[in-house]
């Protein structure tokens, strides 16, 4: 996978918690720090895309629902949508958590974001996430270039009891949604243990943290709609770095060595492979995100544009 370079430095536009979206999808977080992993092991994870060793003429939509539960207990939902074009790609991610979860995760979000394909790996260009929580809304908005963030607007800015950002922080990173989306060491088609050898330098415009992932081991799935078949089993690990709040029960939850993992499912006609099952090991209960809708469409080869997820 290959790093894309964050921003111009300064924490002041690292906002702390949720934000609404404009068409009401909102994710409701008790902090930020809960907020960006959520929305990395949530809707990121939830619809992110992984390539198996190139984009060229992989075009295709991914349309992909999950469910959220937690000790069997459904307690909310994502919707992804992923268009990838031979030159382009867009995500659109929505989710919603409440129920049990309110200790950790509770209300809804919306993200999205855009990117160039060049040299067979995805380079963002913009990424936007709306969140709205019971204490307060806060909403990002990223311009990067080549990995850098060029504009970056976050509100509400972020308090003193955030770990600092710091411009290195910023650079040589990528956006939550695009985090999925990484080209395998080693080509060939099927799955492979290689597509889990990576580390994921993830940024949302407030928090900064990695997901470390190891191959674990190759297992099967069936959705209610969609894929049935084989999966490569990733496990993760999730080390913040930066913008939360060192106390937050999401961060103290995902951060003390749980065991996690993440399932990856071949999206049919490319090259590609999306996330279709998160886990997060936890001797009280876990937490499962797993897809229930997993479907795939052409593209039209000749388009010239990739179309905004959003709108259709």
Same mark, same amino acid.
């Given at each position: 996978m290959?790093?894309?370079?964050?921003?111009?430095?300064?924490?002041?536009?690292?906002?702390?918690?949720?934000?609404?979206?404009?068409?009401?999808?909102?994710?409701?977080?008790?902090?930020?720090?809960?907020?960006?992993?959520?929305?990395?092991?949530?809707?990121a994870?939830?619809?992110l895309?992984?390539?198996?060793?190139?984009?060229?003429?992989?075009?295709?939509?991914?349309?992909?629902?999950?469910?959220?539960?937690?000790?069997?207990?459904?307690?909310?939902?994502?919707?992804?949508?992923?268009?990838?074009?031979?030159?382009?790609?867009?995500?659109s991610?929505?989710?919603?958590?409440?129920?049990?979860?309110?200790?950790?995760?509770?209300?809804?979000?919306?993200?999205?974001?855009?990117?160039?394909?060049?040299?067979?790996h995805?380079?963002?260009?913009?990424?936007?996430?709306?969140?709205?929580?019971?204490?307060?809304?806060?909403?990002?908005?990223?311009? &990067?270039? !080549? /990995?850098?963030?060029? @504009?970056? =607007?976050? +509100? $509400?800015?972020? *308090?003193?009891?955030?770990?600092?950002?710091?411009?290195?922080?910023?650079?040589?990173?990528?956006?939550?949604?695009?985090?999925?989306?990484?080209?395998?060491?080693?080509?060939?088609?099927?799955?492979?243990?290689?597509?889990?050898?990576?580390?994921?330098?993830?940024?949302?415009?407030?928090?900064?943290?990695?997901?470390k992932?190891?191959?674990?081991?190759?297992?099967?799935?069936?959705?209610?709609?969609?894929?049935?078949?084989?999966?490569?089993?990733?496990?993760?690990?999730?080390?913040?770095?930066?913008?939360?709040?060192?106390?937050?029960?999401?961060?103290?939850? &995902?951060? !003390? /060595?749980?065991?996690? @993992?993440? =399932?990856? +499912? $071949?999206?049919? *006609?490319?090259?590609?492979?999306?996330?279709?099952?998160?886990?997060?090991?936890?001797?009280?209960?876990?937490?499962?995100?797993?897809?229930n809708?997993?479907?795939?469409?052409?593209?039209?080869?000749?388009?010239?544009?990739?179309?905004?997820?959003?709108?259709?």
């Amino acid at each position: 996978m290959r790093a894309f370079a964050s921003p111009d430095g300064g924490i002041a536009l690292t906002a702390p918690h949720s934000v609404a979206e404009k068409d009401g999808s909102k994710m409701t977080l008790h902090s930020h720090a809960a907020q960006t992993t959520i929305l990395a092991m949530g809707s990121a994870l939830a619809l992110l895309m992984a390539a198996l060793g190139g984009y060229a003429h992989a075009e295709g939509k991914l349309d992909a629902s999950y469910t959220i539960s937690f000790a069997h207990i459904r307690v909310g939902d994502i919707t992804a949508t992923v268009v990838v074009g031979d030159s382009e790609y867009a995500i659109s991610a929505r989710g919603r958590a409440g129920g049990v979860m309110t200790v950790l995760v509770d209300g809804e979000a919306s993200f999205t974001t855009h990117g160039t394909i060049k040299d067979d790996h995805p380079v963002p260009t913009t990424f936007t996430s709306k969140i709205v929580s019971n204490a307060e809304t806060s909403e990002v908005t990223m311009v &990067l270039d !080549e /990995g850098s963030v060029k @504009e970056l =607007a976050a +509100a $509400p800015l972020p *308090g003193r009891d955030r770990v600092p950002v710091t411009e290195a922080n910023r650079q040589r990173i990528i956006d939550p949604l695009t985090a999925m989306m990484f080209s395998a060491a080693a080509a060939g088609e099927g799955l492979s243990k290689e597509v889990c050898r990576h580390t994921l330098p993830v940024f949302d415009g407030n928090h900064r943290y990695d997901l470390k992932l190891a191959f674990k081991r190759m297992d099967k799935v069936t959705a209610e709609k969609g894929y049935a078949g084989p999966v490569v089993v990733c496990s993760v690990s999730y080390e913040p770095i930066a913008g939360h709040r060192p106390s937050t029960p999401l961060i103290k939850y &995902l951060s !003390e /060595g749980r065991e996690m @993992e993440m =399932a990856l +499912a $071949p999206v049919a *006609g490319t090259r590609l492979l999306a996330p279709f099952r998160m886990l997060v090991v936890s001797a009280l209960a876990n937490l499962v995100i797993e897809a229930n809708q997993f479907e795939v469409t052409a593209q039209p080869q000749d388009a010239s544009k990739v179309a905004d997820p959003k709108a259709q």
